[in-house]
């Protein structure tokens, strides 16, 4: 795909990566919801070595001459339930065009950005944050976690919601997000991050796998039903219609 090309920059919105070469062409990365990309130093081998669907070599250019460039790394995809994918761009129009599908990342959404995408909408308030094209990088985990911390029913109505709650939703979106970046994500079963470390935000998770267990603020029961196809926790006391 990027064989012999020099890596200019890689760009993220939500879940998707772009790896770009200074040729124009570019890859793109899909985690899923098992991917992950490592990255290993020299001499290095990975931990779990099975369901690894691509490895690249990357070779320090920086040296005067070519004879004393250095091989530093490898970066590796692998995906052990095969939910993510890799895409070939040959053009950078054809990465912009892919990207210009996915909707605001969910790292810096404001809450005007939240309320135009979602105020107009008849679906549930947590199927259309699980929408890529409405918003880019919010996952079944965070959008619980998200609704709950914003005091807001997961089968809430979209259109329904308020301009002053949805802005409170945005705010909870980013501050979820950052703590679960700073926790490295969640490791449920084969996550792992890319220096081949588990992710520990499981353990501050607040409803998302607690159905029938006490809530963390009110004692009450968590409720866990399906919203967008989609096992979903919430409290129904905390969280109001």
């Not at 793109?28 to 081998?45: D, K, N, P, S, Y």
């Amino acid at each position: 795909m990027l064989e012999g090309q020099r890596l200019a920059s890689i760009d993220r919105r939500g879940k998707q990566l772009i790896l770009r070469a200074v040729s124009g062409r570019a890859i793109g990365i899909h985690l899923g919801m098992t991917g992950q990309c490592l990255v290993l130093r020299a001499g290095e081998q990975p931990r779990q070595s099975d369901h690894i669907h691509m490895r690249w070599q990357l070779v320090d250019d920086s040296a005067a001459d070519h004879v004393n460039a250095q091989t530093p790394a490898e970066l590796l995809f692998r995906d052990p339930r095969r939910f993510g994918e890799l895409r070939a761009f040959a053009t950078p129009a054809e990465a912009d065009v892919y990207l210009a599908r996915l909707g605001p990342d969910a790292l810096h959404i404001s809450g005007e950005a939240l309320y135009d995408a979602v105020h107009g909408s008849s679906r549930a308030i947590k199927a259309a944050l699980l929408d890529q094209a409405v918003l880019a990088g919010v996952g079944n985990i965070y959008a619980d976690e998200a609704l709950f911390a914003a005091q807001i029913r997961p089968s809430a109505k979209a259109r329904g919601l308020s301009r002053v709650r949805l802005q409170a939703l945005a705010a909870s979106i980013r501050g979820t997000l950052e703590r679960a970046v700073a926790a490295g994500g969640s490791t449920l079963r084969d996550y792992l991050d890319a220096d081949g470390n588990a992710g520990t935000f499981l353990t501050q998770h607040r409803v998302y796998g607690r159905g029938g267990q006490p809530c963390v603020v009110c004692s009450g029961v968590l409720r866990q039903t399906q919203v967008a196809q989609r096992t979903t926790v919430h409290c129904p006391a905390c969280q109001r219609a």
